[in-house]
């Protein structure tokens, strides 16, 4: 059985694209479309879909109260945001993923139709992907990836870390990874002692929006890195869209590096390239790392590395992710050291960072 899709779009030109391919891609039965927020939530009714395509920009109900509307009604629905790449296209799906918002497609701006239909496809394949796996509706390799016993996790260090004695707070998160981040960023205290580096999985231009959302909710400064930006505790530096980000030691100051080397795990920024340069610097640059939810294994080579220089490593636990893929990784390898709670992942930082307890938010 496959799965039913609803896609809430008022553009008559991209309802078409939209529609066309979907029903071309595997795992697809059916397809409906709505061409506005009443006619959404009627059809939503009337199909059950699995999943549904949600344009922000409607004719008739705000596209982020729709939003609210749906994860009311069906807080499991995966709804997934097609959005404009512009400024504000960025900042509005920014408000959309980090209030439930599942994960979100460009709308194409192809020079002609089949060439929108291939770039959108591209983006729609994965989407797709992810839902059936969410939903139990997966392919022979999906499944082997879902289904991998996944070893108990215990400490892979000696003896459990008392607070203090890291360098840097490494973070790496994909799917689902805006809203997570809204409920751990803000909550780390204003005197936590670590600068955090942090791999969203993000095309240009919507992490820079990602970084100012987080940074109005938070008592650490957020900013998208930058290149030469200095490593300082007191700031979170997300790596930008579309861009590796290293980090390296220059005249004993920790350096943000930016390259366009080739994507690893079909992904850019890939935290495997953060976490490897991390290990780069030695025992005397302990990382506290965090690897949330996600879909893939980006982050598992990178905390290997790590381990070496006595890193400690928190995974987000199953039931509280959006996609248990990457945590997953990390467990299954025996290298997570504990596995908290989306809702507790800051206060462990605090505590493990040496900074105490963590905000209430």
């Not at 006619?39 to 199909?47: N, S, V």
């Amino acid at each position: 059985m496959g799965l039913k899709v609803l896609v809430i779009e008022d553009s008559l030109v991209f309802q078409k694209i939209m529609s066309e391919v979907l029903k071309g891609l595997a795992g697809v039965d059916q397809v409906e479309v709505a061409g506005n927020g009443a006619d959404g939530l009627a059809a939503a009714r009337r199909q059950n879909p699995d999943v549904v395509f949600l344009d922000l920009h409607l004719p008739d109900i705000d596209g982020l109260e729709l939003l609210g509307r749906f994860k009311a009604s069906s807080p499991r629905l995966p709804v997934v945001v097609v959005s404009g790449l512009s400024i504000e296209g960025a900042d509005l799906t920014i408000a959309a993923l980090s209030r439930g918002a599942q994960q979100f497609v460009a709308k194409p701006s192809g020079s002609g139709f089949q060439q929108s239909v291939a770039l959108l496809r591209a983006q729609l394949e994965p989407v797709i992907a992810t839902v059936r796996v969410q939903g139990g509706v997966v392919s022979a390799m999906a499944a082997t990836v879902a289904t991998r016993t996944v070893a108990p996790v215990r400490p892979t260090s000696t003896a459990r870390p008392g607070p203090g004695g890291f360098g840097v707070t490494a973070i790496a998160v994909s799917t689902g990874g805006p809203e997570a981040l809204s409920r751990v960023i803000p909550r780390l205290p204003v005197n936590y002692p670590l600068p955090v580096v942090v791999v969203q999985h993000m095309p240009p231009m919507f992490t820079l929006s990602l970084a100012r959302s987080l940074d109005a909710k938070s008592a650490l400064k957020v900013v998208e890195a930058a290149e030469g930006d200095e490593l300082a505790a007191g700031t979170v530096h997300i790596a930008p869209g579309g861009r590796h980000l290293t980090v390296v030691r220059e005249a004993g100051r920790l350096v943000c590096r930016l390259n366009d080397d080739p994507p690893e795990q079909s992904v850019r920024p890939a935290a495997d390239v953060l976490f490897r340069s991390l290990a780069r610097l030695g025992a005397g640059s302990r990382v506290l790392a965090a690897v949330l939810t996600g879909m893939g294994e980006d982050g598992l080579a990178g905390v290997r590395l790590l381990k070496a220089n006595g890193c400690w490593c928190l995974t987000q636990s199953e039931a509280t992710c959006v996609v248990y893929g990457m945590p997953r990784a990390v467990d299954a390898a025996g290298l997570s050291d504990e596995s908290a709670p989306l809702e507790e992942i800051a206060a462990r930082l605090a505590v493990l960072a040496g900074a105490g307890r963590a905000v209430r938010v």
